[in-house]
């Protein structure tokens, strides 16, 4: 890949990049290395025209299991690396291939955020969907603020943000939050294949297919992106953030 990526792997085949998020040993949990990994992952792929459709997928027991709380405080200033987190939103709606999502085990915070930025998402029997921010004190990022609500309406978008509780897959392909639910056992395989059939087409109508759909709600997500940061940076130092990431340390 012209370089080595520590917590992201790369796999092309038959013009199918799979992007693995490769952390398994904690569950694959966001650290600053992953985002930076995979956006250097993505932007590779963006450029690379034997390259039709890519799928983001987990190692190990998990698609994303959220950020690595058990990670030392990030030096990083707040601002500047929320709005990092939020460059892979960009990066996967704005990739001219389509994104499909496989996701198994735990999508949790920022996890499920990531599945929200694929075109597509295909989920394995055993998958779990929550965004547990609000009950951390914490608040969404990856324009779920806007993205969710398109996708499982204002009223069900409020109810898995407030009340932060987990989602089987099942109840999520109800909601219209993933597209199809398979068998964990068959979940590369066919994530593998929707990709092949994308890869099959035309990659410039596939593109701007793509493109026009999202730029119907484009701007509104820009708005959402910037929100988030705002409201972020007012939750992170509070006294109930601490008190939770102190909860999680003494586990």
Request: aromatic share 4%.
């Amino acid at each position: 890949m012209g370089r080595d990526f520590a917590t992201v792997d790369l796999d092309l085949d038959d013009r199918v990049a799979t992007v693995w998020l490769n952390r398994p040993h904690r569950l694959n949990a966001v650290t600053p290395e992953l985002v930076d990994d995979l956006l250097g992952v993505l932007g590779r792929v963006a450029g690379d025209g034997d390259v039709g459709a890519v799928v983001l997928a987990g190692r190990g027991r998990a698609f994303c299991s959220g950020h690595d709380l058990r990670q030392p405080p990030p030096e990083q200033e707040s601002r500047a690396r929320l709005e990092r987190l939020q460059e892979v939103t960009r990066a996967l709606r704005s990739l001219p291939q389509p994104v499909v999502g496989a996701v198994h085990g735990y999508a949790i915070g920022a996890g499920a955020e990531f599945a929200l930025g694929c075109d597509l998402v295909v989920a394995a029997d055993d998958a779990v969907f929550a965004f547990p921010e609000v009950g951390l004190g914490l608040s969404v990022t990856g324009a779920a603020s806007r993205l969710l609500p398109l996708l499982v309406g204002p009223m069900k978008a409020k109810e898995l943000i407030m009340l932060g509780e987990r989602i089987d897959a099942a109840t999520a392909h109800a909601m219209g939050l993933v597209n199809t639910v398979v068998p964990a056992a068959d979940l590369a395989k066919h994530a593998h294949g929707v990709a092949r059939s994308l890869a099959e087409k035309p990659a410039s109508a596939l593109a701007l297919a793509k493109r026009a759909i999202d730029r119907g709600v484009d701007s509104s997500v820009e708005a959402a992106l910037e929100l988030e940061v705002s409201h972020a940076l007012i939750t992170e130092h509070t006294p109930e953030v601490a008190a939770s990431k102190q909860e999680f340390e003494n586990r």
